[in-house]
């Protein structure tokens, strides 16, 4: 695979740079369309392994648990087993994960508890390629555009929506086929990315190359301004990724549209709008950018909470997608800029915490959710209304009408965060303008 690596003296050239971000590129798309495509087929997949819609949630889950691992331990090894490695396990990691999901109903018997357990460890498996990437990247761009931070990496998680929409149109295309083949289509990307590490060069980190040492990186993890952005990375993720499928599902009652379609036009917005960081950056500063997408992504899940009709509802969702897009590119943007010695383990620390969010704020949101149902239910139980719904139609009517009066109070829960968000946000703002604006820290 990738050779380890290039002396901290070599110089990248241009043409180098340009072929180390497609392969970026490339690797993000492939993650993007795991997801993408893992949403079209779920139904199928539910079928195939004889597991209802909770049990294969909970498998899927394992791949949010590998990302936190694999992301969090790979990211400081970058500068140990080196880039190219990783990103080798990586792509190994994705073709192994998918030969195991759309083999193993060939092995097991369905509804089983072998099945449950196999889906699970084959999405662990897959998401243990995609934390990589994601360890591998952001240190990766970051010191290849060390004066463009924010904006490069703004531009790089633009292909994490677009991989979404090239799985998601993929997976429409080609719906006639069986699920394991519309699945087994992101190993295209996979081995593209594969067969460009071969023989390909990598700088070490910037961190590396300023001579900063290991205890000095560990050290960066404990000054309080990281802490604080460390806690935040907690609440804009909570913002962005937890309420995302409540959205989806949302729009797709309100304005009827399929699942994927609202999927595709989500990250179409963000596919776009992620381009135009950079100066959204360099006018408002990155955390002036923080500052407002937290306000409109508070405002817009607000909005979604009394939205009442198919344009109100697409509106509100279009202002909630605008505000998320540059939330977690720009986190880790800042946390690069602001905090250069802490390299590849700080990032990888910001990306370990997005992802651990949702383990909160999605528990959080299903919690209020059922609360609320319960108070519009009145004196009929949660658990008997769910029960009777089948056989019952009056309490079925109760209890779609009760949900429906629900599900917006999760949306305002969620959106408090953005509160706690402007307010910091704020605060750091007006502090780097007191002392001259923003300033990027810089390794010499």
């Not at 691992?69 to 990691?93: E, K, Q």
């Not at 999927?263 to 135009?276: E, N, Q």
């Not at 990155?286 to 009394?306: C, E, H, T």
């Not at 910001?350 to 969010?357: E, F, I, P, T, V």
Request: charged share 10%; with cysteine; proline share 5%.
């Amino acid at each position: 695979m990738g050779k380890e690596a290039l002396r901290s003296r070599d110089t990248v050239s241009d043409t180098h740079r340009d072929r180390l971000f497609l392969l970026s590129v490339i690797a993000l798309t492939t993650a993007g369309m795991t997801f993408g495509l893992r949403g079209y087929v779920m139904a199928d997949m539910a079928k195939a392994f004889g597991l209802d819609s909770a049990k294969v949630g909970w498998a899927v889950g394992g791949e949010f648990l590998a990302f936190a691992i694999s992301v969090f331990i790979g990211s400081p090894l970058c500068d140990y087993l080196g880039m190219g490695r990783l990103l080798g396990l990586s792509c190994a990691s994705f073709i192994v994960g998918l030969g195991m999901i759309v083999s193993a109903p060939h092995f097991i018997t369905p509804g089983t508890g072998t099945a449950l357990a196999l889906l699970y460890a084959s999405w662990f498996v897959a998401g243990l390629g995609r934390g990589l990437v994601e360890a591998v990247i952001n240190p990766l761009v970051a010191t290849l555009y060390p004066d463009e931070k924010t904006h490069k990496l703004n531009v790089l998680h633009a292909w994490w929506p677009g991989g979404i929409i090239i799985g998601g149109v993929t997976a429409y295309l080609l719906r006639s086929l069986p699920w394991e083949a519309r699945l087994a289509t992101f190993a295209i990307p996979a081995l593209i990315f594969g067969y460009m590490l071969i023989g390909e060069k990598f700088p070490p980190t910037e961190r590396v190359q300023a001579g900063v040492s290991a205890g000095e990186m560990i050290r960066e993890a404990f000054k309080p301004l990281f802490i604080v952005w460390f806690l935040m990375m907690f609440l804009t993720a909570g913002m962005e990724l937890a309420p995302g499928q409540w959205v989806e599902a949302m729009l797709t009652r309100m304005v009827h549209f399929h699942g994927i379609w609202i999927l595709i036009y989500g990250s179409a917005l963000m596919f776009v709008f992620r381009h135009f960081a950079g100066p959204l950056a360099h006018k408002f500063s990155p955390v002036g950018l923080m500052w407002l997408s937290s306000l409109l992504a508070g405002l817009g899940l607000l909005a979604i909470s009394f939205a009442n009709s198919p344009v109100t509802a697409l509106v509100a969702a279009t202002i909630w997608y605008v505000g998320v897009c540059y939330m977690w590119p720009t986190m880790l943007g800042v946390t690069s800029e602001r905090f250069p010695r802490g390299g590849a383990l700080l990032i990888g620390l910001m990306g370990c915490a997005g992802n651990l969010s949702i383990q909160f704020v999605l528990p959080l949101m299903g919690s209020v959710y059922d609360s609320y149902t319960q108070k519009y239910l009145g004196a009929i139980k949660l658990s008997d209304a769910v029960s009777q719904s089948a056989t019952n139609p009056a309490i079925a009517k109760a209890l779609d009408a009760a949900r429906l009066q629900a599900a917006p109070w999760a949306f305002r829960y969620v959106a408090s965060f953005g509160i706690v968000l402007i307010v910091v946000f704020g605060i750091i703002w007006l502090m780097d303008k007191a002392k001259g604006g923003y300033k990027q820290v810089k390794l010499t």
